[in-house]
């Protein structure tokens, strides 16, 4: 095998045959872009929250790097703006209720291309599960995870397990396509809300967002992960039972803190910084 090539190899700029096996959402520079673009609240709009860019090899075989595609965009799409994203790319039906709405009733020429995209980010999500997540054969759940998989590489590939290079080409191809309708569908929807939104389509996507960062938030391991991370930094010893404990008793209130704090931002900020600092600010240990 040749020596391994990164995805964020200088040497890629002069390759063409390279270049296309760059996910541009993947890169941090463009992950900061997009975090920036939306300027009319002080505190700043985070599509994707905390997300760092991991290297990966783009001259090796085409199975090793379709996986590692799905579980660098796993990461992107799930753990750093799963419900973020999908309130900026949410479809806007001539229904009644579109005054209510942040964008602009979508087309019906869009609607394809805005399904498509949300379809990805639930794909990508049951990929990565069972390609990484340790299957269990009497699970139910497990079982229908792994058939929903094969359903996804069938449809892409005509094989439910992909053999040939010739199909992990085309199931990569699959991932550079949506990511690129995806990354033109956020930068239409960026544009607007910055330059021609109403001040009442901005205040609908912000209520939206905190709307959303408390959902996130909330979820029970989430927050558990909040507060390990707090003890982690104050270099104090935990276990589970008593972190879930902390978790159960200050859920509402570091919820609470967290938004005033995040609300009252006169400089942009990651949220994931603010929940910590809640976090922080609650726990007595």
């Known amino acids: 095998m040749d020596t391994p090539i990164y995805s964020d190899d200088q040497f890629i700029d002069k390759d063409d045959a390279l270049q ?21 609240v002080n505190h700043g ?22 996986w590692t595609m799905t579980s660098r965009l796993y990461v992107l799409l799930h753990d750093c703006g799963t419900r973020v994203i999908k309130c900026i790319l949410q479809v806007i039906h001539n229904d009644g209720k579109q005054i209510l709405k942040p964008f602009l009733v979508t087309s019906d020429t869009d609607i394809v291309l805005f399904d498509r995209a949300n379809k990805f980010i639930d794909d990508i ?16 759940v497990d079982e229908a995870n792994e058939r929903k998989c094969k359903i996804i590489l069938k449809k892409i590939c005509g094989n439910e397990i992909p053999k040939t290079q010739n199909e992990w080409g085309k199931c990569i191809h699959w991932i550079l396509d949506n990511c690129n309708n995806m990354y033109v569908l956020l930068n239409e929807r960026l544009l607007f809300a910055e330059k021609n939104a109403t001040e009442s389509q901005k205040q609908y996507l912000l209520g939206g967002y905190y709307s959303c960062l408390e959902e996130y938030y909330e979820g029970n391991q989430v927050m558990f992960n909040v507060i390990c991370e707090i003890f982690r930094t104050r270099h104090k010893p935990f276990n589970k039972i008593y972190i879930q404990a902390i978790v159960s008793r200050d859920t509402h209130q570091i919820i609470n803190k967290f938004m005033e704090l995040i609300k009252s931002s006169p400089l942009r900020v990651d949220p994931y910084k603010v929940v910590l600092q809640a976090a922080d600010f609650y726990i007595k240990i």
């Open 45 to 66: 709009i985070y599509i994707f929250s905390q997300y760092r860019e991991k290297r990966y090899i783009i001259n090796g075989f085409a199975e090793d790097l379709f």
């Open 20 to 40: 296309k096996y760059i996910i541009k959402l993947l890169s941090e520079s463009t992950i900061k872009d997009i975090n920036s673009r939306l300027t009319f």
């Open 125 to 140: 999500k049951i990929l990565r599960n069972s390609e990484q997540h340790c299957m269990k054969l009497d699970s139910i």
